[in-house]
């Protein structure tokens, strides 16, 4: 198709209607150039907001106050738009002092583990352990778990017993726990918590004892709480619980023997008399759940005069951080302490653990070693928590 192309200057325009149709393309042109440069501009600097987090400069009104309007619309509301923010004004100064800065979510650590028991030596089997993953608190305390290992002796029925109350009975405390404004639950009411706890199973079991008229049969108890990142360690007895910090052995737990020194003092104070490092030569430990014949309410303590229980169920409980830095916490009857350092313990699961072995695998090999290499005499029954970020 042929389009025949006019010359430049031999091109003219012979209606008013063209003339006018001309002079109002020619200015919306114009416009639309202008508006072009100023909103490129703005979404330039909009984008500079976004991903260089920036603050944009803010335009300003003939009366020097600051505004976000474009000048089309400055010009439309005119005297109005000194309704803005003063230009000298700081932007921090208009945010509300009432609104707390969003807190991040934070941060727990993971926990897995495995235990294993070895009756060893001995004719019977008396230890039990349990691991609460997840304990049944409600919503405003952090994620929670509990470990324990029971060490029985004069029979299983009181390590049994703990295995099987000692959970539940600590739910109920830690859910009346108040939880302050800063989410973080105060180490005196865990801890508080804990003994509490503690008590209430040795006065069910001692019930239990009569109802059932069992003979003198106890347990130590050694256990860890975690909530959150917060570890508690609560020990009665002779059990202990050891945490691995980059390698380094930490005693979470002390030792309750009649010849320990504080111990033997409140012994002897209430009337009470060791011999060869055991209660009246006979009970090799101070501090235990059950033990009915070593506590006020025996008849023959009366006919002594013991004046308090010379066994005690109330636990000490120590409380730490837990970082990053720690590999594993390793909880055990006497079975593995009497023939066995924290250090070398710490040392033999931590090689275990960096080779790939699982937490069961582990205390099923350090049961066996602390038996058949180290000779220990006792039930040896061990569990380890591994934590990883």
């Given at each position: 198709m042929f389009v025949k192309r006019f010359p430049r200057e031999t091109f003219s325009y012979s209606s008013r209607r063209t003339q006018n149709w001309f002079l109002r393309t020619t200015l919306f042109r114009r416009q639309c150039a202008e508006e072009k440069k100023y909103f490129g501009h703005t979404m330039r600097r909009r984008s500079?907001?976004?991903?260089?987090?920036?603050?944009?400069?803010?335009?300003?009104?003939?009366?020097?106050?600051?505004?976000?309007?474009?000048?089309?619309?400055?010009?439309?509301?005119?005297?109005n738009v000194d309704e803005g923010v003063p230009a000298s004004a700081d932007a921090s100064e208009n945010c509300s002092s009432d609104i707390a800065p969003a807190s991040s979510k934070p941060s727990y650590?993971?926990?897995?583990?495995?235990?294993?028991?070895?009756?060893?030596?001995?004719?019977t089997m008396e230890d039990e352990h349990i691991g609460a993953i997840s304990l049944g608190v409600h919503a405003?305390?952090?994620?929670?778990?509990?470990?324990?290992?029971?060490?029985?002796?004069?029979?299983?029925?009181?390590?049994?017993?703990?295995?099987?109350?000692?959970?539940?009975?600590?739910?109920?405390?830690?859910?009346?726990?108040?939880?302050?404004?800063?989410?973080?639950?105060?180490?005196?009411?865990?801890?508080?918590?804990?003994l509490e706890t503690?008590?209430?199973?040795?006065?069910?079991?001692?019930?239990?004892?009569?109802?059932?008229?069992?003979?003198?049969?106890?347990?130590?108890?050694?256990?860890?709480?975690?909530?959150?990142?917060?570890?508690?360690v609560a020990n009665t007895g002779d059990?202990?619980?050891?945490?691995?910090?980059?390698?380094?052995?930490?005693?979470?737990?002390?030792?309750?023997?009649?010849?320990?020194?504080?111990?033997?003092?409140?012994?002897?104070?209430?009337?009470?008399?060791?011999?060869?490092?055991?209660?009246?030569?006979?009970?090799?430990v101070s501090r235990a759940i059950g033990d009915a014949d070593f506590k006020m309410g025996s008849s023959w303590l009366k006919d002594f005069g013991i004046t308090a229980n010379l066994v005690l169920a109330d636990p000490e409980v120590e409380a730490i951080e837990l970082t990053p830095?720690?590999?594993f916490i390793i909880l055990a009857c006497d079975g593995l302490w009497d023939v066995m350092d924290n250090q070398s313990a710490v040392d033999w699961v931590g090689q275990k653990l960096a080779i790939g072995e699982t937490c069961e695998a582990t205390a099923e090999m350090l049961c066996n070693k602390a038996i058949h290499e180290l000779n220990s005499r006792d039930n040896v029954s061990i569990m380890i928590v591994k934590i990883e970020e």
């Open positions: 500079q907001v976004i991903f260089e987090r920036s603050a944009p400069v803010a335009s300003t009104t003939e009366s020097g106050r600051r505004t976000s309007l474009t000048p089309f619309a400055q010009a439309l509301l005119g005297d650590l993971n926990f897995s583990f495995g235990a294993h028991g070895e009756r060893g030596y001995r004719r405003g305390l952090p994620p929670s778990k509990f470990f324990g290992v029971f060490d029985g002796h004069g029979g299983r029925e009181c390590s049994i017993y703990i295995r099987d109350h000692i959970v539940a009975d600590l739910e109920v405390g830690l859910n009346r726990l108040a939880v302050p404004a800063n989410g973080r639950v105060l180490d005196a009411d865990v801890k508080s918590t804990l503690f008590l209430k199973v040795d006065d069910d079991f001692l019930k239990k004892c009569v109802d059932e008229k069992l003979d003198n049969v106890g347990s130590t108890v050694t256990s860890a709480l975690v909530l959150g990142n917060r570890l508690y059990a202990r619980t050891v945490l691995s910090r980059n390698g380094k052995a930490i005693p979470m737990s002390r030792d309750h023997k009649p010849g320990e020194e504080s111990e033997e003092l409140r012994i002897v104070n209430a009337g009470g008399k060791v011999f060869h490092g055991r209660i009246f030569g006979v009970l090799a830095e720690d590999d």
